[in-house]
């Protein structure tokens, strides 16, 4: 037996200043930047340059709008999704299992796609949907405006409700069955249960739901970019897009972004702070037992007209659409009517293989989402091991940071990093793709700790100490125990990163410059430059690239956990 | 007098019978336990007898009301079946106090408010729950929560209390508690139980009749003392307790070993049945075998094991092991030594069971 | 060969001191039980034996080496200790068969593919999971998991065991199987083992010698089951051990008296003091019709094998145990109601005034 001193300022330590040190870097002095000019501009705590600011009618009303339309989404998406949910879990619906994953669909599509489809489909005058109305059934007047409020929640909504969806299907279908029982044995019939024991046990799912929406929605770039920008209806994250492109480095215009950005930080901090709160102490546990089926209640005679809401909503908000954006990429050119003879392959062929524009920004999604997922995948695995397994004076900062990647906004990020990486400090990555790079990885780290402190979790501590018992050393237990037992999750955080990256659009548009365009940059560029069919021919070949992705990731991980 | 009456009731999954032409009656006032392992129909039967299954064949009756009835196409729903029912899992609701909890099933009934407020006091009173009526359940020991679930049942005075389980969640020493806090809220309330378990000491102490089943038929319904002493085949003394069987050929004159002599049992004669078979089973609790200082099967202590109160021996006997239960201060033999069994008590059963 | 010296040791976490000043010698070939109510420190100093944990102040030595010394901070660390270890949540590594999970110590060692093979399988007979070793972790009951386990820690042919409270996640059956077979292992194999555990029936089952702790860690005897049985220290100990019964006895005159009724025991008490009290076991207890300290049955509880009633005897319950056919066969199956008379087998004393615990079995 060796004596062996007891390390003290050792390996334990290094790995903690590093995990800091990438939080800090990539998370903390970003969004600590914006901060300081949005408070210190001037070098001293103005409060009324503050004031001033918020109070122009432009930021004012931008700050009213994304409130608005995240109101009116989160509220729309709750009932959708808890609909749907309840639909697909507690009723005798037919094709209930088809039903669940076809419903989760949404959430792989990006939403500016989405947007773009709606304007070609509900454009008050050049709409195919708003045209047929007018040209084939003599309506005066278009059927519906896209270009409104209520369009854009729409809009919103089709691809933010599986949130409340997910939560609440889960929530119902993990419930013990008895607590139900028990009400129904006490003389309760259905409609009761459902009042007084069902609908408030699920409450808190429905609520954290809600939540995740109205964060995601206040920040949300690409609906309003492709449908409210150009009719003068701003949100947080479209006002700061217009601030730092319009009028580049001018002092006032970042200014009144840091402002913007600094209430998008803070209130995405309270919807995180409020939602955790929601899930941690009032989320019930509803869950175990014996396991019974629930009460199922039967629909009878609704069950087919139910059947066909659903079905003609899956097919109105995610095949319809869809399907636009295939057609209008056929096209020779936007406006014809779908006709064999208007309709090609030629589009496609162009932006795959000929035009050096699009087959730049495919490759730079690629590359990009690649690399942000590896390099954001291995410090995940490192900072959550630090998280959940060290135990070393100073953990305290690196939870707190830890937090800190989940509550900023894509807009917030690509401010930030303007800010940090445009010379100021020394380093210039401004019109390179390096910062765009750096953005993705303050972007997805989130996604990647979420992932490995779940696998991590799993690993409990005696499992490496009967490691070490059996006579392995420290890095050997590192590399035969803990990796082989985290590789699910890192695999899932790669993934969880790179298909969103892939057609990621907040973050680069403000990053972008001609020869860095993100396959993204290019679909959105293209539509707002009026090139619609390559861009429809971009967003088709992204969708296909994104469902691939998809079915290629089920079958990775499927097969990992067999 | 009868009261829960089941008659020729059957219940499929599919193609699997799980209760299988079931016949018994509850009395008034009556705790009656429904025991076996996983899987035989306990629960399927108590769910029928609730109303959350409905049944294939047969009736299920209480009082002079049909609860279910396959030939008349009957089925009361459970909500109007006005029994208490707890559950394995607790089930009670976290969204509402303990106070909320109990007085839910009277709101329902729709009576005056001063009626629900002295019936839920009563109810909470009864289970110790008065200083916590304000509380949440979920601030609640798994005990404390079972309570909740048990006022709950019994606040509508029900004439039936079923009850899933409802001590398997909870520590050994808080069951045994729990068993006798039941047991005096029936002497108070008196209603009759309907206990599924599969723990056989829970039905011993709780019931006045035990149901043994297996695989959805029933094989036996007795007194709990009965059941012990006289179980009614190899299934049910084995379930029971711990169980020794030895396989012995039987003659005229007695039993004996391979290596024994011919011992005979005057006490506990063989059924006339199984004596014409040249080989039967022994089968004897480990309290119910002393030691011989000669004669009676002989064995080879393999282990001697000190417990506290009691020793366990675990004899070896022509390559069965025996286990033998003694008090620490009686005699007995050492690891190794050969010893000499006296089976007091023997129970027999056919090699072909 | 290996044995386990603990030399005034400490530690503490935070304000909360776990251990002073323990000291423990564990011998060659002896399988030592740390006994002792959860929270106690027992895992604590296991896993500072294990390596896991470093001692604030003291010395251990295994097989007189020390392993970790506070002056010199010098500790060995777990994979150099030779030690065989089994956890409470079996921590069987899931991505991993049984043949490589038992295998893993050896292929740490840096052994050749044959001698592996013929170990391991030879391990895999001994802890009886034969035919079992290509099944997943995630196939196996939580009875075979801790067979694996079992197999994994003496594989290394460790000559010394450690045993946290392996069995508690085990139903009561196999908890019962197992404790026998972990007994017939160590005698077979002659190690030494180390064995931590709340469950005073697995204690005494399977130890040759018993430490108890209390709650804060201190030891407060050492000895074999039966004699800390038979002789516990105090009432604390006698309490932990099983269900206990303690009624107070006055001592006059050379008489003793329960209440106004005299007591005839034919063994004396070996300690002298005007208010003692009388600790026995539930199947101390003889009760008999005719003579004895009267009683009145308060509860009577058939539970198969055992009758088992609640007597009140002057203002205290007593709870005793009866085998169901000497119950019968005696004529002492008694109903709630009915006077009984208490004569005791074996009775242990203390001294009132200087017991530990609180008096407990007063009539409500």
Known sequence: MNIVKKPGLSITNIILFISIGILVIFVAFPVLLILFNAFFGGGTLNVKDIVSVVSNPETYQALLNSVFIASGTTLFSTIVGTFFAWLVTRTDLPFKGFMKIVFLVPFMLPSFIGAIAWKMLLNPRAGYINRFFMDTLGFSDPVFNIYSYLGMMLVETMYLFPFVFIQVSGALERMDPTLEESARISGAGLFTITRKITIPLVLPSVISGALLIMLYSMAHFGTVAVLGMEHGIFNIPTLIYEKIHASAGNFQSIRTATVLASVLIISAACIIWLQRKVLGSGKYQIIGGKSFRPVELKLRGLRYPLLFICLGYIAFTILLPTLTIFLVGGLKTYGLPFTMENLSLANYHFVLFEWQLTKDAIFNSVTLGFAAAVITMFAGVMISYVLVKMKVRGKGILEFLGVLPFSVPGSVIALGVILAWSGKFGINLYNTVWIILVAYIARYMAFSLQANKAALSQVHDSLMEAAQACGATMGQTLKDIVLPLVRPGMLSAFFLIFLPALRELTVSVMLYSPATRTLGVAIYTLNEDGETVYSAALAGIALIIIVLGQLFIKKVLGAKQQ | ?353 | MANIRIESVYKSYEDNHVHKDLNLTINDGECFTLLGPSGCGKSVLLRMIAGFEMPDKGKIFINDQIVADSDTKKSVPPNQRDLGVVFQDYAVWPHMSVFDNIAYPLKIAKQSKEIIKEKVMNIVHLVGLTNLEKRMPSQLSGGQQQRVALGRALIGNPSLMLLDEPLNNLDANLREEMRFEIKALQKKLGITIFFVTHDQEVALAISDRIAIMNEKGKVMQIGTPFDIFENPANDFIFKFLGVSNFLDVKQQDGKLYIGSQELFIDKKPNISAPHLVAAFRPTDVEISRSKGIVGTITRSNFLGADMDYLIAVESKIVRTQINTYNALQNNLVFKEGEKCFLNFNSISWFNKDTMQTGHEGDLK
Request: charged residues 25%; proline residues 5%.
């Open chain 2, 1 to 353: 007098m009868s009261y829960i009456k089941l008659v020729d009731v059957t219940k499929k999954f599919g193609e699997v019978i799980a209760v299988n032409n079931l016949n018994f009656e509850i009395g008034e006032g009556e705790c009656f336990s429904m025991l076996g392992p996983s899987g035989c129909g306990k629960t399927t039967t108590l769910r029928m007898i609730a109303g959350f299954e409905d049944i294939d064949d047969g009736e299920i009756y209480a009082g002079d009301k049909t609860l279910s009835s396959k030939k008349r196409g009957y089925y009361l729903p459970p909500e109007k079946r006005d029994f208490g029912m707890v559950f394995q899992a607790f089930a009670v609701w976290p969204h509402l106090s303990v106070y909320e909890n109990v007085a839910f099933p009277l709101k329902l009934k729709k009576l005056k408010r001063e009626e629900i407020v002295q019936r839920t006091n009563d109810a909470l009173k009864h289970t110790n729950l008065l200083d916590a009526a304000k509380k949440s359940p979920a601030d609640l020991s798994g005990g404390g929560k079972q309570r909740v679930a048990l006022a709950r049942a019994l606040a509508i005075n029900p004439k039936v209390m079923l009850l899933d389980e409802p001590l398997s969640s909870l520590d050994p020493h808080l069951r045994e508690e729990m068993r006798f806090e039941i047991k005096d809220l029936q002497k108070h309330y008196g209603f009759a139980i309907v206990y599924v378990t599969h723990d056989q000491s829970e039905a011993m102490a709780l019931s006045d009749r035990i149901l043994v089943m297996k695989l959805g038929v029933v094989q036996q319904i007795d007194s709990p003392l009965k059941v012990y002493n006289e179980p009614a085949n190899k299934f049910v003394f084995s379930f029971i307790g711990l169980s020794n069987f030895l396989n012995v050929s039987v003659s005229d004159k007695g039993i004996k070993t391979k290596d024994s002599g011919i011992v005979s049992y005057p006490k506990y004669p063989i059924d006339d049945a199984l004596k014409t078979q040249k080989d039967i089973v022994l089968a004897s609790r480990p309290s119910e075998i002393g030691f011989l200082s000669e004669g009676g099967i002989p064995g080879i202590l393999k282990r001697k094991s000190f417990l506290g109160e009691i020793i366990d021996y675990a004899v070896d006997v022509n390559g069965a092991e025996i286990r033998i239960q003694k008090g620490r201060k009686e005699p007995g033999p050492n690891t190794g030594e050969t010893c000499h069994l006296d089976f007091y008590h023997p129970h027999w059963y056919s090699c072909n069971d």
